[in-house]
């Protein structure tokens, strides 16, 4: 797999929680990666991204202030920092490579209610 995402679990409304993806050193030197989420009877939305050069990133109104999205250029991983999580957070998380059309398998994010 190119793309690998980890850090999925159980956390409290109000927690925090951070996922990384792992892409393949090609891929975090040269794209934008981006994080989605597709929650139980929901299309796939986007929740933030981030360009390879790790000066511009976008989020989605619904985790704006709450989410961080960031790289870590030594370790080449993506991050997606969750606090104040809330129940409606529940979701697989995706991390996407948009110019190549390029899912990882997800990892999954419960936020007990």
């Known amino acids: 797999a190119q793309v690998v995402e980890s850090g999925g679990g159980l956390v409290q409304p109000g927690g925090s929680l951070r996922l990384s993806c792992a892409p393949s050193e090609y891929i975090f030197n040269s794209y934008g990666i981006s994080w989605h989420r597709q929650a139980p009877g929901k299309e796939r939305e986007l929740v933030a991204t981030?360009?390879?050069?790790?000066?511009?990133?976008y989020y989605a109104d619904s985790v704006k202030g709450r989410f961080t999205i960031s790289r870590d250029n030594g370790k080449k991983m993506v991050y997606l920092q969750m606090n104040r999580v809330r129940p409606e957070d529940t979701a697989v998380y995706y991390c996407?490579?948009?110019?190549?059309?390029?899912w990882g398998q997800g990892t999954q994010v419960t936020v007990l209610s």
């Open positions: 981030i360009n390879s050069a790790s000066n511009s990133t």
């Open positions: 996407y490579v948009p110019y190549l059309e390029l």
